[in-house]
């Protein structure tokens, strides 16, 4: 007997008869010769999609592709953060939405993800600061979403070890989410690649895609590295890959791709309890469950390819985090990685149909893609299933940029480095 | 034989120090003639100088030094240098506690204090040893299984428990006391290490002329020559290694830095250095820093970083005791230690069968050489020299022993067990060589067969790579190939020629063999459930049957294996695990090991300190402040200050009597508007703009016409950003036939100046115009309210009519003060009043402060802070900061008709697009509280009247607002849907933050003298 | 990442800021509502050799043009972007 279904139950079962009967998570599957819908991308919201696709939509004859090994791209290296702390209307109800599937994500894939809400603080240092904050999260309560903002005493008491002495730009306040937190990024990955599969999707790695096969202006399939693969549908998740790939069916995106950096400390016993950001630097940080300090700052701001970022950047972030957390001095920087960002032109990310028929595409993530994965493979999936948007994810279509509908929370404009 | 007359140089201690039971010979790195102490766990031990504190616990006799993370295994000290992923102690105490310190690598000094931890209540007696006995439950990945049920209980129940027992040591839990330095350095050639093939090619470099660096993570230089009995010229290796460097030192284009870890390599000959200036020291010197990160800039880089030995993974191989036989070697040449009385050496190759070697000749009893290769005549002859049995074809099954390895179960080629008791296993799987700096940039390195490990594929146009790190095995290997990459990478950097013949390398006494026979691990195929567990990662407690059971599940994927067992991501990020973990797989999955491949190393290469990654910017230094010109007269007025971006600026200037600050702002802005203020506004960008293309220039970056302004006169002017957003506004003036001066906002003078240059260069460069930013040249003070004309006529010199029909409003003019003094005088008014704002050179800005102090005390003048100036410009429906906010269109700020239609501009086009136009996007409004007293908050949203308080009804927000006490009531400004057709409306205003809900007005944005009269006086 | 400004020679990454594609052209006021779209967000982000802009800001203030490898982050060239003769392109020694 395997155990297909994880618990405590089965766990034990498989503890006192040597971990025989587990099952791979998912199948080794080769491709077949032609599929309803291929999902071009193995990461997180590929999977997602297919997921969704599947269980919410009926939709089985689905092929995941991959040309590594899934979840090898931002959804394993990011800094686990999820949250629905957004502004703008075209994005507060997406983000919301992938809270609520967060939430509910270990029972809904039977895999712990380790959904941890211990909450997202994000500091302010000035009125102008504070402002803005308010605004924000009164439009976030307006949406039912929940939102607290915080005094300087309030800070204090729950992180006395920020610097509240020698601040160069002394911490006001801050605005918490307490339902924001971390999440086990991997494991994501995993968990809904082997809901997908038990559902019968197939999950193809080292699939690369080669080409975009199009036929009277309509796509009719791809050519991958482990040959031609027929699909009424195809749809793109491509993260900072996605200008690459849509170039093969003739498309320019309205996207850089960036580096951003990542790192995490070794593993030190928890006194970070939730997810804070800096107000006055680039710096945000959490604790893991392993003990890690995993943090990150700004993008690079240059377009790369290459998964690595450089050192102004290094020193950039960790003079931000040693300004607001003086006793993180004598810790220790354990690693370091890049990851590709696909940064769109206002910051926000598009669902959307292509100028090509049934080509559909789920990109311009920036480095705020990991929250949104649930969401997005939902409204990607719902997207390829029904061919009109899902209702949390109408403002991210592709010709918003052309109407002047764009969703730039920062307002920085058509400048991806600066979102 | 020069083995032997060598440890006939290695003369015993001269008296052996009865609390250094352990402490045999004398060491080339330790000073036995002092004595130093220090405390581990609360008990006292000696030591002497150049110990670590790894070698200073085996010369006591202590073993067990830590616990691992999961199942809080025992364990001691596996290594000798960086890669040790067992001995990890807290060291010093309070604010100075260095977590996951590894013992290997920390200097002793007197006084030094290291506890264990990740244990409780104490080392020896670990409460979560029990985690062990549930090892069958607690296998790779099982969290990701379990703890789902009920959902409420992960963050009440389950995740409190993992986290408690997450980490391992402590950070510190006040402050960092010390400092930190940041410096850069350029050479030529930098050599990564000081063992032969660094020295080497340190020395070739050195003597071609090159500007060399070469950096020594060690206190010592020499590298494994401190390890091994290596004679080189004749002499010992270390003896060789300290004239090499003495000889290199001399010379003037050589930098020597020891302490110092090239950590990474960044892209353009960029690497990254982490210096342990003080860490030998009980606390750094007055004035020194405890560490400084170093970015070394370098046209070419040796990689000389040698090797890091790996384990085999046999059951039970965890046990104190259980050591690298490299490390043992280190332990007992570098420091006279000697780690166990009895060892057995454990080996796959040659190299460990050196340990046999150098034990014995410190009297170690070798109880048993186990080499898992068919016997061999150089093994028969170290058996035999050593009085060992030699067991060949053989491996270690098991072991025994809880806080210490206490025998040694030997699997000989027949199958037949032995018990032997032992205290010491010097174990060799080989050695990897360290090419973690040479795969920073993607570059996947290729399996070597012949000496079963990873090299680096091929040398890069600007890194080189020799010695052990590029796969060479021998020290004369290590120096011929040194010499030849110092001779070519000088070559490339023009000092000799490539082609010329390196320069000759010393003699070593006999070229070590290797001869390794991969036996990655002891494991029956039917060893099965009973057998012990065999660690791959020591720290992370990763076992064979974690990587059989994740392969299983189908992480058969390295990344995936790596990340489902957490292999390699401990502290050491597996250094001494990946190799093992990577050839288990690829015998998992029935494939090679290239075929399974390999994980790239990423930076750091070694742990670093987050201190020294941000070095002085921290505190106060954080970033620094920039000072307008009459800072220092305002502290004199007991100013109060706020940051404006990296300004300190004046908020406001209380005054004897004011209570509160709104008591003070409220005075500055009556006695602005009922008499005269001055405000220093030097902080606005000011950019100079010459040229006869000038007025062109500013027709195409601001939205409305600038060829018609006169010489003399100034006008307010928006700039967009090409998306049809607005970018920033200001007031520019024409000073000159082709000479204007352009104010900006203070947030945004440096991204105005770039983007004004990147018109000019990048999109029309024929255009004949040049700019400079002037903001830090000229302290520019606004003097506002109805007698501001009365103070500054006691300043302006006399010929310059300040009347109003000769300087009316908008004008500009160069003009003199005080008596011949350049002074440039524009009237603008940001507070509505009659008002000016006079430019002097910077240096002159803090005695124009004084002086209107002086002649404006007739008039009642007062300074003001920028705070006063915020509710004036609110009063006034001014947008600032919080209304261009990068998200607003013209249309938004109520100057959609400023938009001009006769000329080209910067983002003319986009801002013709239907949503940026819609009538509908919320736009600027005032807003007055039906009942005055009540405050109107800024950041709370606009719905109508008695519609629910959810988003579906948000039509708006409020985006600054103030107490007026001109107006005598709160008034704030916001932008609302088809706000302008509005005015009279009764508007709901959400606070659901502060959970209130209020009702206002909704009205023009000018509050205060809608007619301009005021200004125009 | 280090650039060999024409102006001030080899200089380190944090003295420049970014600005993206080099090769797009600012089209003319009257053109398509479309090549304006196109202009202002449509971007190749070729994954290989990129023409792109730097300002130089903590220096000479000059825009430039560099061609870099956006996968290797290899610099190919610098020159001013006000200039367009080929005899300021400078060869870099260090991608």
Redesign the interface.
């Known amino acids: 007997m395997s155990s297909e279904r994880y618990s405590l139950f089965s766990l034990l079962r498989e503890s006192l008869r040597g971990h025989t009967g587990w099952k791979p998570a998912w199948r080794k599957a080769s491709p077949q010769a032609a599929y309803d819908i291929v999902i071009v991308g193995g990461g997180g919201h590929g999977l997602a999609t297919a997921y969704y696709l599947a269980q919410r939509y009926g939709i089985r004859r689905v092929a995941v592709l991959e040309k590594g090994w899934i979840g090898n791209g931002n959804i394993g290296r990011n800094t686990t953060i999820v949250r629905s702390n957004y502004l703008l209307p075209g994005n507060t109800p997406f983000y919301e939405c992938s809270m609520k599937l967060w939430e509910g994500l270990e029972q809904d894939i039977n895999y712990n993800a380790m959904v941890s809400q211990r909450g997202v603080l994000n500091l302010f240092h000035n009125d102008a600061q504070r402002n803005a904050y308010i605004r924000r999260g009164n439009a976030m309560r307006l949406h039912d979403i929940d939102a607290e903002l915080l005094d300087a005493s309030a800070v204090r008491a729950k992180l006395p070890f920020l610097n509240f002495d020698d601040a160069r730009f002394p911490i006001q306040g801050g605005l918490l989410q307490r339902r924001g937190g971390t999440v086990r990024h991997d494991a994501v990955a995993w968990g809904y690649a082997r809901a997908a599969d038990k559902l019968g999707v197939d999950i193809i790695e080292n699939c690369e895609v080669t080409g975009i096969t199009i036929t009277n202006g309509r796509v009719t399939g791809v050519e991958t590295s482990r040959g031609p693969i027929a699909a009424s549908k195809v749809g793109l998740a491509c993260a900072g890959n996605s200008s690459r790939v849509a170039a093969m069916a003739g498309l320019r995106l309205p996207i850089e791709s960036h580096v951003l950096q990542a790192f995490v400390t070794e593993g030190l016993k928890p006194f970070i309890d939730c997810v804070t950001t800096f107000g006055a630097g680039h710096f945000y940080i959490s604790q893991s469950d392993k003990g890690g300090l995993v943090f990150g700052g700004d993008i690079d701001g240059y377009n790369s390819y290459a998964q690595r970022g450089n050192m102004p950047v290094v020193e950039d972030v960790v003079e931000g985090g040693m300004a607001l957390m003086p006793r993180i001095g004598r810790a220790r920087l354990l690693r370091q990685w890049g990851g590709l960002m696909d940064m769109s032109m206002d910051g926000s990310p598009i669902i959307d149909r292509t100028p090509v028929d049934q080509l559909y595409l789920n990109a311009g993530w920036c480095y705020g893609g990991f929250k949104a994965t649930p969401a997005s493979g939902l409204c990607f999936a719902h997207l390829l299933a029904r061919d009109e948007p899902h209702e949390v994810a109408t403002a991210y279509r592709l010709d918003r940029f052309g109407r002047g509908a764009v969703i730039d929370e920062k307002g920085m404009g058509a400048q991806p480095n600066l979102h | 034989m020069n083995t032997h007359k060598f440890m006939q140089d290695h003369a015993p201690l001269p008296m052996t120090s009865p609390t250094q039971p352990m402490r045999m010979i004398q060491g080339n790195g330790v000073d036995v003639g002092k004595t130093i102490h220090f405390t581990f766990d609360g008990r006292s031990y000696t030591a002497h100088p150049g110990d670590t504190l790894a070698s200073a616990l085996l010369a006591n006799g202590v073993r067990l030094v830590g616990r691992s ?1 999961k199942y809080h295994r025992p364990r001691g000290i596996l290594s000798a240098g960086p890669e040790e992923p067992n001995a990890l102690v807290e060291l010093r105490t309070g ?6 310190t590894r013992a290997t690598v920390a200097e002793l000094f007197d006084g030094l204090t290291a506890s264990s931890q990740n244990r409780w209540p104490t080392l020896a007696f670990d409460a979560l040893g029990i985690n062990g006995a549930l090892s ?2 607690f ?1 790779a990945g ?8 009920p ?1 409420s209980f ?2 009440k129940i389950y ?1 409190p428990i ?3 027992a ?11 006391p ?1 400092c ?1 330095e ?1 410096s850069n350095g350029f050479c030529d050639v930098l050599i990564v290490g000081s063992g032969p093939a660094g020295l080497a090619a340190a020395l070739a470099a050195a003597t071609s002329g090159a500007r060399v660096i070469l950096c020594e993570q060690d206190s010592l230089p020499g590298g494994r020559l401190r390890a091994e009995n290596i004679l080189i010229d004749h002499q010992p290796g270390w003896n060789w290694a300290e004239a090499t460097i003495n000889r290199l030192r001399a010379m003037p284009n050589v930098r020597i830095m020891t302490r110092s870890c090239v950590f ?1 390599r ?5 690497y ?1 250095v982490f210096e342990r200036v003080s860490d030998h020291l009980a606390t750094p010197q007055p004035d020194q820093p405890r560490q400084r ?1 170093w ?1 070394i ?1 370098a ?1 070419q880089c040796i990689v000389a970083t040698g090797g890091i030995e790996r384990p085999i993974v046999f059951p039970n191989n965890d046990r104190p005791g259980i050591m690298l036989a490299g490390a043992v070697r280190t332990y007992v040449n570098r420091f006279g230690v000697v780690p166990g009385r009895r060892a057995v050496v454990y080996t796959n190759n040659d190299d460990g069968l050196r340990s046999a070697t150098d034990l014995h000749a410190a009297g170690v009893q070798i109880v048993a050489i186990v080499d898992s290769r068919p016997s061999s005549a150089h093994a028969q002859a170290i058996a035999q020299r050593t009085g060992a049995p030699l067991f060949p074809s053989a491996r270690i099954a098991d072991t025994s022993g809880y806080r210490g390895v206490t025998a040694a179960l030997i699997r000989d080629s027949e199958g037949k067990d032995c018990r032997i008791a032992c205290d010491l296993i010097a174990v060799s799987g080989g050695w990897n060589p360290d090419i973690a700096l040479t795969t ?3 570059k996947r390195p290729s399996y070597n067969d012949e000496i079963a490990a990873f090299i680096p594929t091929s040398d890069e ?2 890194m080189h790579v020799s010695g052990v790190a590029a796969g060479t095995m021998t020290t004369s290997g290590a120096l011929t190939e040194g010499a030849l990459a110092g001779h070519q990478a000088a070559a490339c950097c023009g000092f000799g020629k490539a082609s010329s013949p390196p320069p000759a390398v010393p003699s070593v006494d006999q070229d070590e063999s290797y001869g390794i026979v991969p036996q990655w691990h002891a494991m029956d195929a039917e060893s ?2 009973r057998a012990g567990r065999a660690f791959i990662d020591f720290q992370n407690d990763v076992t064979a ?1 974690d990587t059989k ?1 994740a392969a ?6 390295v ?2 294996l790596k ?2 067992t ?1 292999l390699g ?3 050491d ?1 597996g250094k001494t695990a990946n190799v093992n973990g990577l050839a288990f797989l690829a015998e998992v999955n029935g494939q090679s090991i290239p075929q399974t491949g390999t994980t790239l190393t ?3 290469t070694q ?5 020294t ?3 002085p ?7 620094p402040h920039r000072l307008p010109p009459t800072h220092q007269w305002a502290t004199e007025q007991g100013a109060v200050f ?3 971006g990296l300004w300190q600026r004046a908020q406001w200037y209380p005054r004897v009597g004011e209570t509160t600050w709104q008591d003070t702002v409220n005075r500055e802005v009556n006695t602005v508007r009922s008499a005269v203020g001055f405000c220093d506004v030097t902080t606005l960008g000011k950019i100079d703009i010459q040229g006869p293309d000038a007025a062109n220039f500013l027709e195409r970056v601001y939205v409305n016409a600038w060829q018609k302004l006169p010489i003399g006169r100034a006008r307010y002017g928006l700039m967009l ?5 607005a ?1 920033d506004d200001g007031t520019t003036a024409r000073l000159g036939e082709n000479h204007y001066v352009m104010t900006t906002t203070t947030a945004n003078a ?1 991204p105005v ?2 983007h004004l ?2 018109c ?4 029309w ?1 024929d255009m004949d115009v040049q700019f400079i930013s002037v903001t830090d040249e000229w302290a520019q003070i606004a003097v506002a309210g109805p007698r501001s004309r009365d103070v500054l006529r006691q300043i302006v010199d006399p010929q310059y009519d300040l009347s109003n029909e000769s300087f009316g409003y908008m004008a500009a003019a160069t003009i003199t003060v005080c008596g011949g003094q350049p002074a440039r005088l524009f009237r603008l008014s940001f507070s509505g009043e009659l008002a000016y704002e006079l430019a002097v050179p910077a240096h002159y800005g803090d005695a124009l402060a004084r002086l209107l102090m002086r002649v404006g005390a007739p008039y009642g003048i007062t300074p003001y802070g920028t705070e006063a100036l915020g509710v004036m410009r609110i009063e006034k429906g001014h947008p600032a ?2 209304e261009l ?3 607003t269109t013209a249309h938004d700020l109520g100057m959609g008709r400023m938009l001009s239609t006769k000329k ?1 501009f910067i983002g ?3 801002a013709t ?4 136009t819609d009538p509908g996007r919320p736009t600027l409004i005032g807003l007055r509280p039906l009942v005055a007293g009540t405050t109107l ?5 606009l719905l109508p009247k008695g519609s629910p ?3 579906a009804f ?1 039509q708006g ?4 607002s103030a107490w007026s006490p001109t107006v005598g009531s709160w008034i704030a400004l916001g932008f609302l849907s088809n706000g302008p057709a509005r005015h009279g409306e009764i508007i709901a205003v ?5 959970d209130t809900v209020t009702e206002a007005e909704i009205v023009s944005p000018v509050f205060v003298d809608p007619e301009g009269k005021r200004l125009h006086a | 990442m280090r650039l060999n400004c024409p102006h001030c020679g080899e200089r380190s990454l944090e003295e420049f800021t970014y600005r993206g594609d080099a090769t797009l052209r600012r089209p003319a006021a009257d053109a398509s509502a479309k090549s304006w779209v196109d202009y202002v967000y449509l971007r190749d982000n070729p994954a290989g050799r990129h023409e792109e802009y730097w300002y130089h800001g903590a220096g000479c203030r000059a825009w430039l043009v560099v061609d870099r490898d956006t996968t290797t982050h290899r610099v190919h060239s610098v020159r001013a972007a006000g200039s367009t003769s080929e005899n300021t392109r400078l060869n870099h020694e260090h991608a």
């Not at chain 2, 604010?95 to 996951?100: F, K, L, S, V």
């Not at chain 2, 960044?266 to 960029?270: F, S």
């Open positions: 993370f604010a100075r506690r260095e977590p996951n069958p439950v296998t099982f969290y990701y299984k379990t703890f789902m049920w959902a992960w963050e995740e993992i986290r408690r997450a980490g391992l040591g402590r950070a510190a839990e006040e402050a960092d010390d930190y940041k990474a960044y892209d353009g000959g960029t990254g990160l970015r800039v046209r920073h940039h993607g146009e600007d099965g459930r049957k059971l299983q599940e189908g992480f058969r994927s990344e995936h990340r489902y957490t991501m401990a502290t990020q990423r930076p750091p742990p670093v300190t987050l201190g990654l941000a070095g910017h921290r505190g106060l230094h954080f970033k706020t940051a404006n950003r090409e998306d049809g957003f970018f440096g100046m770039q240059e990147f000019h260069q990048c999109l460069p900061g919080p906010n990068g998200q080209d003319r086009t986009m697009r239907a949503a940026l908050d800024a950041g709370a949203h308080a959810t988003a948000d927000w409020i985006s600054s959400h606070n659901p933050l502060a």
